[in-house]
């Protein structure tokens, strides 16, 4: 597509102007005549000389997965013959869910070959996104057209969950450093603990750990070690309906949640066990049977493009299925948004609870918190306090009485989920429950 630059606009307006003055007979007769003549000889030629161009080649690279709410790097390589000095300016097309930031970028060619231009995407929601073609202006080179051309083929990727912010948490629980996250590793109660080893007794070791007899043998004090019991299982229930799309922040209860359900899955996997996940509510997913740290990607793949919907959850139909999955005793984290009119939800805890250990990690919205922090200046400030404290009165009573349902409920604002959890996980883990 040709379409004329603001210098051409400007020289015919001059043409015009000058055919204006020759007509009042300002200029010589013909004058105008001529300057139209020159005018449209050059604008023709100019206009030629941009059409037999041949149109720049372009690539891009960009990784195939790219976090949410994460500014990614993507680089384009433009391949022109161009001569030096020429003008582009190169724009990048991509779909709703990525903002593009720094384009369209204006590209001076030193000399025939390939050059390079950097740009960033933030990606504003999870799931499969992509770009379109690459659109160049080229500035003909009496600078009085414009030639837009395409170029570049479309491409695909995934967005996945906030995976940086993850990878915080597990370099540092990896690197046993877990209280800067805040993950406190409860002590051992002896049940749940597979005998591990004989050892030198160490200053922080209990008196229950001496093996007498060891020591009595080799007349030094010898202690018994213990780690955890290995392959037990782990299902998480990801609720996708209706209440987990409120948000706290730039993410949503659910984001918050499935970010949550990573980390966690990460340690149990670490750990030993086996992992299996199933979203419901609005989008469902199954994702069975997880091994080994490895399997941590297989679980990302599975729920990186699952969205909150506007259906309710069915807490009895996904306490049925899993009761169906799991035949053996199993640690059910179930993961929700609890409101005052889900009546199911103790039922379905309770169905839950007679084969297997129940963590319910309950999302409390941080406004209500925040809304009582607010001072009290009007009448809507204090309706709005009054109302906030009404709500948080009756979900702390609603929460009061799922507690018995459960064997741990944590109740928790967003941004403290993950935290939460693996501190849940520990505590069942280490207390011999599961």
Do not use: C
């Not at 991509?94 to 060619?109: D, F, K, N, S, Y």
């Not at 479309?154 to 046993?176: H, N, Q």
């Not at 450093?177 to 160490?202: M, N």
């Not at 008196?207 to 998480?236: C, N």
């Amino acid at each position: 597509m040709m379409r004329p630059s603001i210098v051409l606009l400007g020289l015919l307006a001059t043409a015009f102007m000058l055919s204006l003055l020759a007509a009042f007979q300002v200029l010589p007769e013909g004058a105008g005549r001529i300057a139209a003549g020159v005018a449209l000889g050059v604008v023709i030629l100019d206009f030629v000389l941009a059409r037999s161009v041949r149109v720049p080649a372009a690539s891009r690279r960009v990784r195939g997965t790219l976090p949410v709410n994460r500014v990614s790097e993507v680089e384009l390589t433009i391949r022109t013959e161009l001569p030096r000095g020429a003008i582009v300016s190169v724009d990048d097309t991509t779909t709703a869910g990525l903002e593009r930031l720094g384009l369209p970028v204006q590209l001076r060619i030193a000399a025939a070959g390939d050059h390079r231009v950097t740009y960033r995407v933030r990606p504003l929601s999870r799931g499969e996104h992509g770009f379109g073609e690459v659109y160049m202006t080229l500035t003909s080179p009496l600078r009085l057209w414009q030639r837009i051309v395409r170029a570049g083929a479309p491409e695909r990727v995934r967005v996945y969950p906030d995976f940086a912010v993850i990878a915080g948490y597990l370099a540092l629980a990896s690197d046993r450093r877990t209280a800067r996250v805040g993950i406190k590793i409860s002590p051992r109660r002896g049940e749940g603990l597979e005998f591990h080893q004989l050892r030198e007794y160490r200053q922080s070791d209990s008196v229950r750990q001496v093996d007498w007899k060891a020591t009595a043998r080799r007349r030094r004090l010898i202690s018994r070690e213990y780690h955890e019991e290995r392959d037990q299982q782990v299902l998480f229930l990801l609720d996708s309906g209706r209440r987990m799309r409120s948000r706290d922040g730039e993410l949503s209860h659910f984001d918050h949640a499935l970010n949550a359900m990573l980390l966690l899955a990460y340690v149990a996997l670490r750990q030993g066990d086996e992992v299996s996940a199933l979203a419901f509510g609005a989008n469902r997913r199954w994702i069975p049977h997880l091994r080994g740290v490895g399997a941590l990607s297989r679980l990302l793949n599975g729920v990186y493009d699952v969205h909150s919907g506007p259906q309710a959850a069915d807490y009895i139909g996904v306490a049925e299925e899993a009761m169906t999955r799991h035949r053996k005793r199993s640690l059910i984290v179930l993961m929700t948004n609890v409101g005052e009119e889900d009546h199911d939800l103790a039922a379905a805890l309770r169905l839950l609870r007679r084969r297997h250990v129940v963590l319910l990690a309950n999302l409390r919205e941080a406004a209500l918190d925040a809304a009582l922090n607010e001072p009290v200046e009007d009448l809507d400030a204090a309706l709005n306090y009054g109302g906030a404290l009404y709500h948080l009165a009756r979900r702390r009573a609603m929460t009061q009485a799922l507690r018995a349902q459960v064997h741990l409920l944590i109740d928790a604002r967003p941004a403290e989920l993950p935290t939460r959890v693996v501190n849940g996980y520990w505590q069942i883990k280490r207390s011999g429950t599961l």
